[in-house]
């Protein structure tokens, strides 16, 4: 298939086309990508958030953070972080369940939030307020809430034990 298309096989495609040099990837920033950071590095400083957290949140989101930001400005609380030490803060939560249909505890911590890749206890001291966050979004109880937690657990257990950690940006 690859050859085919290098031989300017592929349907739809001129050879030398190459869409991505007008339309932007899904949460490109618009516009020119320092005066972005700066302005949503700002606002993110205001909000009291800590130099690796904003680092964090400016690579995930991109524009997307704009999301974040309208729901911080209705309710503070969603800019705090998730735990100590924990560069993610609780609007993630709320915007993975309520936008990226995330329903799991792994879901959230893993591929939505990334956090696997961050801190050193691949997120553990947030995965509570998580998992409480998510248990009130999408109903869960008690046991519920518990099955999630030792299920992240025992994959954060397991990503450990399987995987060489080297620092993020290696």
């Keep these: 298939m690859v050859r085919q298309c290098r031989r300017g096989g592929c349907v739809g495609f001129a050879r030398d086309e190459v869409r991505t040099d007008a339309i932007p990837l899904p949460g490109a920033p618009e516009g020119d990508l320092v005066d972005f950071k700066f302005r949503v590095t700002e606002r993110l400083q205001a909000a ?42 609780r609007g993630e939560v709320k915007l993975a369940v309520e936008c990226e249909m995330a329903s799991k505890l792994i879901d959230f911590m893993d591929r939505r939030s990334v956090l696997l890749l961050f801190p050193p206890d691949f997120g553990l001291a947030g995965a509570i307020e998580a998992a409480e966050i998510m248990g009130s979004l999408l109903g869960w109880d008690e046991a519920r809430k518990a099955a999630e937690l030792e299920g992240y657990q025992m994959y954060a257990d397991y990503r450990l034990r399987s995987s060489p950690r080297s620092p993020v940006g290696c």
């Design 48 to 89: 009291g958030l800590s130099e690796q957290t904003i680092q964090r949140l400016v690579w995930l989101y991109g524009r997307q953070l704009h999301q974040l930001l309208a729901l911080a400005e209705s309710d503070p609380g969603w800019m705090e972080p998730l735990g100590p030490g924990v560069p993610a803060v």
